[in-house]
């Protein structure tokens, strides 16, 4: 049996029974991490070693009869949640050789929960991208067609989960960097209510966009991942002192009654003909299970990428002042003074993406600019985020395409950033808003390629979006295709 096919869930039931045992399970993993991620590239660091002890201790505890939520489960993490000790570069030559000395608090509860690390996957530097091309490390190639890109920035988490490199991922997501990768290599992919899940130990992008979520193989996978990070933090000032459900009492094969609004601004031209049908298709399937089906505007939609491009790189660009040689990180060899030193390693250590998003947001910031530009578009942020209160009066949730198009060709856009950025078109307003979306397999396009469904909550209703995720995911089978990988 090809274990590494297998979800969380279905792994757990194995374990639990003493079928398989937690060692044989990483040594499968790390087996087809080493067949398979040559072609892929998924991974920046595998931690082998680490990941065998992990899973002794994992045999232990369950021989003892422990029964905790991952006990045993082989997962892999975005390579800028921290790990203690272990290297965590966020795709940038500046971060090359950090290793963190403490834990996330999202790994310390996955700890917790008995989950085994088996390493850090590749991403855009610093999270900015949508295809994983910016990474110093080299490119991440989709599964369904390595001359495509698996999107970003979380583009190693989503493609390991589709290859089947471990049992589901961690992402994270500013303007679409969960959803948009999880659509383009057919999987699913949560976004959670901004202060749902602690940031501590996620290295900034834009601390008022950022979200860690989880990455898997089904809706089933992501509720379990769910109920273990989630919760407030007293590290993290911005994690909400809400009450944490146990989602997965959401997983219910039933929206009857549920109201359904489809924002008319999220099918725009020169959307992909086949995304289109997809959703659309999806919309039809919801109302004959016996959803209400109504349209909704979100008419500051159009505003909602000009006003996130003003915000990130805003905050992006005082998250990366940190990064200046002197305390941890790249330091170039090729400087005369302190000045010069701070110059030469931010020229030599950060890529172009991140340089421009730097200036662009420094910029927005400079005296005389700050009021046209960064306070205008906290304006228009608000607005957006009354589109939504004003829809979810009419709906329960509101279902939308993930991405325009499915993947595109490494190469296609990179040299032209606002084609790029446009590929967040339909996430970016959620991260403004702070709601939660999932984007889940809706179909595949004419070339085979995957194409995501994203259903959009209100603020901390995660468990409306999981229960028509898993109603839409139980009615069909677009979750269960794999994509044909070459050997």
């Known amino acids: 049996m090809e ?25 499968e993993f790390i087996k087809r991490i080493e067949r398979v991620d040559k072609d892929i590239h998924s991974f920046i660091t595998l931690t082998k070693d680490e990941s065998l002890k992990q899973a002794e201790n994992a045999d232990n505890k369950i021989k003892a009869g422990k029964d905790l939520p ?15 000790g272990v290297r965590t570069t966020c795709g940038s030559k500046i971060l090359s050789n950090y290793v963190p000395p403490y834990d996330a608090t999202v790994i310390k509860k996955m700890r917790e929960g008995g989950a085994i690390f088996l390493g850090k996957l590749n991403m855009d530097e610093f999270a900015m991208g949508s295809s994983t091309e910016t990474s110093h490390f080299g ?15 979380s583009g190693g988490s989503a493609a390991s989960v589709s290859a089947d490199e471990c049992a589901g991922s961690l992402g994270s997501d500013t303007g679409g960097s969960i959803r948009q990768p999880a659509s383009m290599c057919g999987i699913t992919g949560l976004k959670p209510t901004y202060g749902r899940v602690s940031r501590f130990g996620l290295v900034a992008f834009a601390s008022s966009l950022d979200q860690i979520g989880p990455m898997t193989k089904d809706v089933t996978d992501t509720a379990i991942l769910m109920n273990v990070i989630s919760g407030r933090d007293t590290l993290d000032s911005t994690s909400a002192d809400v009450p944490v459900p146990d989602f997965t009492k959401s997983l219910l094969n039933n929206v009857k009654g549920l109201k359904i609004g489809i924002p008319k601004e999220y099918f725009v031209e020169g959307m992909d003909g086949d995304v289109e049908k997809s959703v659309r298709d999806a919309v039809e399937l919801f109302k004959k299970l016996g959803a209400e089906i109504k349209e909704v505007s979100l008419p500051h939609t159009d505003y909602a990428v000009s006003a996130y491009y003003v915000i990130a790189p805003a905050e992006a660009s005082s998250n990366l002042a940190r990064y200046d040689g002197v305390k941890y990180g790249y330091r170039t060899d090729n400087s005369k003074n302190l000045l010069s030193m701070y110059k030469k390693t931010r020229e030599e250590g950060f890529g172009a993406e991140v340089k421009r998003r730097i200036m662009l947001g420094t910029y927005t910031l400079s005296s005389g600019y700050y009021d046209a530009y960064y306070l205008k578009a906290q304006k228009v942020r608000t607005l957006i985020k009354k589109d939504f209160d004003d829809a979810f009066k009419n709906c329960d949730i509101l279902i939308t395409p993930t991405a325009p198009t499915p993947a595109f060709k490494i190469g296609e ?22 709601v939660p979306a999932i984007s889940i397999p809706c179909g595949f396009s004419k070339d ?25 995911e139980r009615n069909t089978d677009y979750h269960q295709k794999k994509p044909k990988i070459r050997k």
């Open 3 to 27: 274990l590494y096919k297998l979800t969380i869930h279905e792994l757990k039931e194995k374990l639990k029974r003493g079928e398989i045992s937690a060692k044989e399970l990483t040594l």
């Open 70 to 84: 991952l006990l045993g489960i082989p997962l892999a993490i975005k390579d800028l949640i921290c790990i203690k």
């Open 139 to 153: 490119v991440t190639r989709n599964p369904w067609n390595l001359d495509v890109i698996p999107g970003g920035s």
């Open 413 to 434: 856009k990179f040299d032209n950033p606002i084609q790029m950025y446009l590929s967040d078109i339909f996430t970016i307003s959620v991260n403004l808003a702070g």
């Open 448 to 472: 085979g390629l995957p194409i995501g469904l994203q259903i959009i909550g209100r603020h901390f209703d995660e468990e409306t979006i999981i229960r028509a995720a898993y109603t839409f």
